[in-house]
């Protein structure tokens, strides 16, 4: 963060990895797990609007799906733990919530395509933090939307709970590289199912040659000073 006074206003927490279990099992022979030990995926099992999905989802994917959202809202182990920490915070300003993949910076609603109560401030928020990222991105660049337009709207997510509940009117979910297939997912599925392998490009996505990762940290270099300045720059 450039201004040394705007540092010492705030005090900064990194969780490198939230579901440490879960990412010990990946070094253990299990490469591409995509849910807790449990079964759960916590981006379903955060309390807020938990258990909400499209009628059409739930019904073809019935079982699967109420496993992956968990018996009941923080279920799993580290969405329970999060939870906690993120009540006993009073004053939470800005929150991100970093995964891979896509290239994509997300606001809310994640639950909803409605428009957030904040949309404005989302968009100009995101706008500046993509503008920032995308002089770093080369030809591939970052776009900003409402979570609930990457694929379908979904309850129980992280985004949706800090927020509403905790009140952070700037939490943002940020899809780091490599970018999404240039031919988009469903045309990547299709291709892959082709040549045997229909999750090819989702794989290749989750184990990017380490080139991508400096691409991240450069990226990411520039868009959080410059959303930290836009949000915060100005307060006396």
């Known amino acids: 963060i450039r201004s040394s006074e705007l540092r010492g206003r705030a005090t ?13 099992r990946t070094w253990a022979g299990e490469r591409f797990l995509r849910t807790t030990e449990n079964g759960e995926n916590p981006n379903l099992n955060f309390p807020y609007r938990w258990g909400e999905a499209p009628r059409l989802v739930s019904g073809f994917l019935g079982e699967k799906l109420r496993a992956w959202m968990g018996p009941h809202p923080a279920s799993a182990v580290c969405v329970k733990t999060l939870v906690s920490e993120l009540k006993s915070l009073t004053n939470l300003q800005l929150f991100l919530d970093f995964h891979g993949f896509g290239r994509l910076w997300l606001y809310p609603w994640c639950h909803s395509r409605d428009p957030s109560p904040h949309h404005a401030e989302h968009e100009g928020a995101s706008a500046t933090a ?7 991105a080369g030809r591939f660049r970052y ?3 409402a979570a609930a337009l990457t694929e379908v709207p979904m309850g129980g997510s992280c985004l949706d709970f800090v927020y509403r ?19 988009g997912v469903l045309g990547a599925t299709l ?8 999750k090819r490009w989702w794989r290749e996505g989750q184990a990017p040659p380490a080139e991508v990762g400096i691409e991240a940290g450069n990226e990411m270099a520039a868009a959080l000073p410059a959303l930290v300045d836009h949000l915060f720059g100005s307060t006396p």
């Open 130 to 136: 993509v503008a920032a990222a995308n002089r770093f």
């Open 143 to 145: 776009r900003a939307q």
């Open 12 to 24: 900064w927490y990194l969780l490198p990895v939230v579901d440490a279990h879960g990412y010990q």
């Open 165 to 183: 509940e905790i009140g952070c009117t700037h939490s943002y979910a940020v899809e780091l590289p490599p970018s999404l297939p240039r031919g």
């Open 191 to 198: 291709l892959g199912a082709l040549r045997g392998d229909p």
